[in-house]
């Protein structure tokens, strides 16, 4: 996979940010994409498990990581814990089937920022559009 490079700043264009999806169905990463498009989101990659997440990411500059926990080969715990101790700027999201409270408690000291269930899905759109409304990146008029 060739990386992506950071989109050049034009004027009257507001930059995207960019993310990378991570979940092992391709379906749910094609709706994300969609979804994340018109939030304003960019998304520069995907992955179908851990170990492709940890080696996107070390590869392709991103702003944030939508990160599912049951996957195959290795599982989003694992993989958040990589993608934090490697490239600690880049913000984890967690997006889960899951609801127990141990679990969610092991993503978020792993480095998940948030966790939100897969149901959830547009309380996440709206919290990646929130950040980055915070940093001052919208939708071109």
Known sequence: ????PA???QPGVSPSGRAILVDDSAE???????????????VVAEAADGIEAIEVTAAVACDVVVMD???????GLEATREIKRRRPGVDVVAFTCTADPVTIQALLDAGASRQF??????????????VLEARGVGLAA
């Open 1 to 4: 996979m060739q990386p992506v």
């Open 7 to 9: 989109p050049a700043e």
């Open 28 to 42: 749910l990463r094609l709706l994300l994409k969609i979804l994340l498009a018109e939030a304003g989101w960019e």
């Open 69 to 75: 926990l049951n996957m195959p080969r290795m599982d």
């Open 117 to 130: 269930d897969k149901p959830e899905i547009h309380a996440l759109v709206a919290h990646l559009a929130t």
